[in-house]
Each structure stands twice: as structure tokens, then as C-alpha cells.
């Protein structure tokens, strides 16, 4: 929530209103929200949040190992488990394939997600509620291809955030395991080391496309001629974006996020090899 607010207030300072930002950091924003909005504004849109998350983050993660696996080489030390794997650029391939299969098929449930945070943001209250939103996109903005807007900087982001994510973990969580000297044994030290490193790396990569995207994706486009209101077109909102410095502007907030994905991410897996041993 915080994070897609502080991406979208810089398209205020070219509405005309150039003073101090009106989020000015998380712990403030947060506290503004909560003032203003109440407990459940700092939850809006958490239904298609978890929609996109079920759909996103299941594909991506769950396809990485297997395109990990075509990409290796039968009998070689990748797959022997020695040193620290596969090298990094066949996972950082693996990455960026699972996240554009995965984007592209969730990219309605994005637009969703990031229409039903910004909505009182902007002071419009169009709609009620996830499924509602679907339906009055669908309905206003030309079907189908109204729930794919911005699918291209969703799917740059995705390919930038599971190339860098994934394999970061991945190999610093290996080089970690393999350096004994270091003091690291496979346990929680070694995931929360791993998963801190792999969030800060992925965020500072995919902060300014992760920014076009909540803009692009928050305007309202014409169901005849599919342009938007505020941005022709990707490049035209980064051009815009950039003339006003803003496009890091909530690098912290997506390091902070990815953490905390990578983390649950991490429970979910430990869960889901217990589930498996136990059916063995």
C-alpha cells in the first residue's frame, strides 16, 4: 500500500502542487493513512493483492527449479550438488523466464491491485471492490486488453525482479553454505542472510521500472482508442517520470517489501517439503 502511494505522489507536483511530498516516508505515511483512512485503509486492495500474489509468485517460483533444471548440464557438478551450482547466469536466466510467464498471466490482477490502493489517493472512489473492479475495467476500457494495460513494464519488472531475486538468494545462500570458514550452516541464519541480501539487490534493480509501472497502470485509458489519460505510452511516462526525479523514490519501500516476500516465500517452501515428506 504505502509503497504504490509514494510512487504515485509525484504526479501531483505536475498537477501544480510542487510543496513537500504528502508521504514523506513509511513510518509517516503509514501513520497518515491510518489517520485518515482508518485500520482498513492500510489494507485496501488486499483481496487482488493476494489474487496476484497466488497467481505471480506461484508461477515463478514454482517454474524456476524446472527451467533451473533444462538449463543444466546431465552429470556435471550443477547437478551434483558441489561448490556453489549451476553458474549464476544460467539461474539469472531461469529467473527472468519464470518471471515473464508469470507476470503476463497475472498482469489483470496487478492493474486491479494497484487501481483499488491509489483510488482514494487520487480522491476517486471507483470502485467498491476487487471483483467490482474487474468487471467496471472490463466494462469502461475495452474488455480483455483493458485488464493487460501495461503488461510490458509488469513483465520488464517481473523478468528484472526473479532474475535478480531468485538467483541472488540462490547463490549467495550456496556461496554461504560453501564457505564454512564464514560461520554459516543450512538453518534460519543462512535464509534471513540470503533473503536480506536478495531483497536489497532486487529492489534497487527494479525500483524505477516498478515506479513506471504503478503509474501507468493507475491512469485511466479510453476504451476506443486504448491511450491513456496521463501517459501515451511507456516511454512517455518514464520521460515524464524522470523530469520530476522521482523515479527511486521508494527504493526503501520496495527493498522492505521484497524482504518480507522473500521471507514468506522461504516459510511457504519449508512448509510445502514438510507437506511432501509427510505424503512420502
Known amino acids: 500500500m504505502i509503497k504504490t502511494r509514494m510512487q504515485l505522489q509525484g504526479e501531483l507536483e505536475r498537477a501544480g502542487t510542487p510543496n513537500r511530498p504528502r508521504y514523506p516516508g513509511i513510518i509517516s505515511g503509514l501513520k497518515m493513512i491510518a489517520r485518515s483512512e482508518g485500520l482498513s485503509g492500510l489494507y485496501?486492495?488486499?483481496?487482488?493483492a493476494l489474487l496476484r500474489e497466488m497467481i505471480y509468485s506461484g508461477i515463478r517460483l514454482g517454474i524456476y527449479d524446472p527451467i533451473k533444471d533444462l538449463l543444466?548440464?546431465?552429470?556435471?557438478?550443477e547437478n551434483r550438488g558441489t561448490g556453489i551450482g549451476m553458474p549464476l547466469w544460467k539461474k539469472i536466466t531461469a529467473g527472468?523466464?519464470?518471471?515473464?510467464?508469470?507476470?503476463?498471466?497475472?498482469?489483470?490482477?496487478?492493474?486491479?491491485?494497484?487501481?483499488?490502493q491509489a483510488q482514494a489517493f487520487t480522491g476517486t472512489r471507483a470502485y467498491t471492490g476487487t471483483f467490482h473492479a474487474f468487471k467496471t475495467i472490463w466494462q469502461s476500457e475495452g474488455g480483455l486488453p483493458g485488464l493487460y494495460r501495461g503488461v510490458g513494464p509488469t513483465t520488464q519488472r517481473a523478468v528484472l525482479l526473479t532474475a535478480s531475486?531468485?538467483?541472488?538468494?540462490?547463490?549467495?545462500k550456496h556461496f554461504l553454505l560453501s564457505h564454512s570458514e564464514l560461520g554459516f550452516v543450512e538453518g534460519r541464519k543462512t535464509h534471513l542472510t540470503a533473503s536480506f541480501i536478495a531483497g536489497l539487490v532486487c529492489a534497487t534493480v527494479?525500483?524505477?521500472?516498478d515506479n513506471i509501472k504503478s503509474r501507468y497502470m493507475n491512469q485511466l485509458f479510453d476504451a476506443r482508442t486504448g491511450k491513456g489519460t496521463k501517459y501515451s505510452s511507456t516511454l512517455d511516462c518514464i520521460w515524464k517520470t524522470f523530469s520530476v526525479r522521482t523515479a527511486q523514490s521508494s527504493t526503501a519501500q520496495s527493498a522492505l517489501t521484497t524482504v518480507c516476500d522473500i521471507g514468506v516465500s522461504y516459510i511457504g517452501g519449508r512448509c510445502s517439503r514438510?507437506?511432501?515428506?509427510?505424503g512420502s
Not at 543444466?72 to 557438478?77: L, N
Not at 527472468?96 to 483499488?116: E, F, H, W, Y
Not at 531475486?165 to 549467495?172: A, E, F, L
Open 44 to 48: 485496501s486492495g488486499v483481496p487482488a
Open 72 to 77: 543444466s548440464t546431465p552429470d556435471s557438478a
Open 96 to 116: 527472468a523466464a519464470a518471471g515473464m510467464i508469470g507476470a503476463s498471466i497475472a498482469n489483470p490482477t496487478d492493474v486491479v491491485k494497484i487501481r483499488l
Open 165 to 172: 531475486q531468485v538467483p541472488t538468494y540462490d547463490h549467495t
Open 206 to 209: 527494479t525500483a524505477p521500472v
Open 274 to 278: 514438510f507437506v511432501q515428506r509427510i
